[in-house]
């Protein structure tokens, strides 16, 4: 008999209404944290409305960065790994049709929850 493995798979998108700071890169500050929660459930939501739902295992947002080290920003770049559940027999997880879903499901890659998303920053890999 074999077994189901759960595999991971990476999401990366960014916060356009959300202005980058160095609490952000602590990982033990309140500020990450907090954000933190409010992303996993936004991601964990909007995971589960996807046609991959019932294998989905859970998103856990991993790092808040802005593209020059140490810098400010108007813009938050978010990191996520996510976790399916991977039946010996299915087929792998279509990452295409999970890019269209998920645009589909944020008005084109621009709204989630409360955040702004830049709709060219959408990447599951």
């Known amino acids: 008999t074999s077994s189901t493995a759960l595999e991971n798979f990476t999401v990366n998108f960014t916060i356009t209404n959300f202005p980058y700071n160095s609490d952000l890169k602590n990982p033990d500050s309140a500020k990450f944290k907090s954000t933190q929660c409010v992303m996993n459930t936004l991601l964990n939501r909007l995971m589960k409305e996807s046609t991959s739902g019932p294998d989905f295992h859970g ?65 599951i890999n």
């Not at 999970?98 to 060219?120: A, E, F």
Request: net charge neutral.
């Open 59 to 123: 998103c856990e947002m991993t790092a808040f960065r802005y593209n020059s080290p140490g810098s400010q920003g108007d813009k938050t770049w978010v990191d996520a790994v996510c976790t399916y559940r991977k039946e010996p027999s299915t087929p792998p997880l279509d990452r295409v049709d999970l890019y269209h879903q998920v645009s589909n499901k944020t008005r084109g890659i621009t709204q989630l929850g409360p955040y702004g998303l830049d709709k060219d920053s959408l990447y």
